[in-house]
């Protein structure tokens, strides 16, 4: 049975290699060329590229990418994808699947999410892949899990939003006049990113998405990751003033790969639950 996602999930080939999981490059176009997620281009190298005054934009995965994976699929597969709405990854694959003489045992599946919940889905189907599930069973299990994820999104100006056209220009020069740290949240349709609040520090942001979380209701039967573009020392003490308020709930810390740097800007930092 194959497990099928991208690097939207934070999973280069090699480490999805290392767990069973096939993974498909998403790319990003900047300066005329397109870069695809950890081959062409690091995390590093891309928000070193970010500097100039272009704004790139990620397309979603190669439809060849997707046909040689599904189509190799002989024992079965599951495909997870980018939250529908977010990405158009879901519908394409969808149409892939339905063009499979094999697809009444190919089963794609929307995350509802993506990065650090994306990643988990994808690692914990492949575990109960190699523990004797049945296909059937790891769908129904980790499609429970995409409708548990919640995420959070602290860019790290307003002028990235403004050059990427999610803010005004007027919304855009008030908010870096006043020094302000916006807040994004996934709307509960999980298909779009909406603004939650202003907060003038990383700490009273942070402290806003804490109180959401425990709205939410997030304990021990959760896992919070918390990602970054490139300020891996911030990301940090996001987690550990996280951990403050969880200290029983299991945290990781990744990093954003350059197709999600696109959308969040350098600087951003990603928090995402979903339940185990």
């Not at 999104?153 to 020094?179: E, Q, W």
Request: positive net charge; proline residues 4%.
């Amino acid at each position: 049975m194959k497990i099928i996602t991208n690097t939207a999930s934070t999973l280069t080939k090699e480490s999805g290699l290392k767990s069973g999981i096939a993974i498909i490059p998403v790319s990003v176009s900047l300066g005329g060329k397109s870069l695809r997620d950890y081959i062409d281009i690091s995390p590093d190298e891309y928000v070193e590229l970010l500097k100039g005054d272009e704004m790139p934009v990620s397309s979603q995965p190669a439809i060849g990418d997707m046909l040689e994976e599904l189509g190799k699929a002989d024992d079965g597969a599951i495909m997870l994808t980018v939250a529908d709405g977010l990405s158009g990854e879901y519908s394409t694959a969808m149409g892939v699947r339905n063009s499979l003489p094999n697809k009444e045992n190919i089963y794609v599946i929307n995350s509802r999410s993506l990065a650090g919940p994306l990643r988990y889905m994808a690692l914990k189907a492949a575990k109960l892949r190699d523990q004797g599930a049945s296909i059937q069973e790891i769908v129904s299990q980790i499609r429970a899990r995409a409708q548990s994820t919640v995420s959070y999104v602290i860019p790290a100006d307003f002028n990235y939003l403004r050059k990427s056209g999610r803010i005004t220009n007027l919304t855009s020069k008030i908010g870096s006049a006043l020094h302000l740290l916006p807040v994004l949240t996934q709307s509960e349709d999980h298909r779009r990113i909406s603004f939650m609040t202003v907060r003038r520090t990383w700490k009273a942001a942070v402290g806003t998405i804490i109180s959401s979380m425990k709205e939410a209701g997030i304990d021990e039967r959760f896992l919070i990751t918390v990602a970054y573009a490139d300020k891996r020392d911030l990301a940090v003490k996001v987690r550990r003033q996280i951990h403050e308020s969880f200290p029983q709930v299991e945290s990781e810390l990744l990093q954003l790969p350059p197709s999600l740097i696109t959308h969040g800007g350098p600087g951003c930092i990603v928090v995402q639950t979903v339940q185990k």
